[in-house]
């Protein structure tokens, strides 16, 4: 049985979020570091596009997390703290936000992305040409770097596939090279 089959059955083949039953598909709850049942949800389209564009966000859509947000599922608890930010200026959002409770490490992830934080507050990783990098993206060394602990030295060029930003450090981003996970600094790649 694959992904979309286990969130349909999960949920009722309807989305997580608003309970439409019309265009469904898996979403995958960034930063996707989980994936699979726990780190996905099944989303309608118009929920889906909405969450990926915030210019087209239709407030009163959202009506419906005041019951998707005491889900039981983490993915659609985050998501939902995350739209709630996104639309507390409405008024409403704010008080169920205020209702929400999220554990340390559910909320972790639920602001992994920025949302609910004042465009000056968030961190933003960009490569060396300036291009806004985000969690899965995949960069280029542009200069041989030495690892430090170790006697490897990453060479001009590699690829390395789906980051992982540092939400503290907006000079931090994290990947493998050649199967060692390391730390690198922004200056010294270019997105692919």
Not at 42 to 64: F, K, M, V, Y
Not at 77 to 91: C, F, I, P, Q, Y
Not at 95 to 114: Q, V
């Amino acid at each position: 049985m694959g992904l979309l089959d286990e969130l349909k059955e999960r949920s009722g083949n309807a989305c997580e979020l608003c309970g439409s039953t019309e265009n469904l598909q898996v979403y995958e709850v960034p930063p996707v570091s989980v994936g699979g049942m726990d780190g996905s949800l099944l989303g309608c389209s118009t929920c889906i596009g909405q969450i990926e564009n915030p210019d087209t966000t239709d407030a009163n859509h959202w009506r419906c997390l005041n019951d998707s947000m005491w889900s039981e599922h983490d993915a659609v608890k985050v998501v939902a703290w995350r739209m709630l930010n996104r639309l507390k200026s409405e008024g409403w959002p704010q008080d169920l936000l205020d209702m929400m409770y999220l554990e340390h490490e559910l909320l972790a992830w639920a602001k992994a992305t920025g949302e609910g934080q004042e465009e000056g507050e968030k961190i933003i990783h960009r490569d060396i040409n300036g291009v806004v990098l985000e969690n899965g993206d995949n960069v280029v060394l542009v200069k041989d770097l030495k690892v430090k602990g170790s006697s490897m030295v990453a060479k001009q060029g590699t690829a390395v596939r789906r980051i992982s930003l540092d939400h503290e450090n907006a000079e931090y981003i994290e990947g493998k090279v050649d199967g060692q996970h390391i730390v690198i600094l922004t200056k010294y790649v270019k997105k692919t």
